[in-house]
Nanobody
Framework: QMELAESGGGSVQTGGSLRLSCVASGNLFRIHSVGWYRQAPGEERELVAGVSPRNNAEYADSAKGRFTVSRDDSKNTLYLQMNSLKPEDTAMYYC????????????WGQGTQVTVSS
């Protein structure tokens, strides 16, 4: 079992930046794929960005060029640097981890809200 705790959400204006962090419990973080997912009201949860244990990153098309995902295994922490934020980025952002890849997340955090106003 892995517990995940997100932080760093908030309210910003269009064009602003936020940095999300996700801290994991235990000592198996380094062998998990970890990612950021988001869910807006009335919409399905979607993968935003994630990184494999070998540090291979992948991004949703909507995140490419604006967001940067990174991990620090020494701190059991996953980050998401979000720049040039848009109102359509408004959502609850969740951190998740899995040993089976980003498409099959097994452990979830509680989420952190990101609101971008125009």
């Amino acid at each position: 079992q892995m517990e995940l705790a997100e932080s760093g959400g908030g309210s910003v204006q269009t064009g602003g930046s936020l940095r999300l962090s996700c801290v994991a419990s235990g000592n198996l973080f380094r062998i998990h794929s970890v990612g950021w997912y988001r869910q807006a009201p009335g919409e399905e949860r979607e993968l935003v960005a994630g990184v494999s244990p070998r540090n291979n990153a992948e991004y949703a098309d909507s995140a490419k060029g604006r967001f940067t995902v990174s991990r620090d295994d020494s701190k059991n922490t996953l980050y998401l640097q979000m720049n040039s934020l848009k109102p359509e980025d408004t959502a609850m952002y969740y951190c998740a981890a899995s040993m089976l890849g980003l498409r099959t997340p097994a452990f979830w955090g509680q989420g952190t809200q990101v609101t971008v106003s125009s």
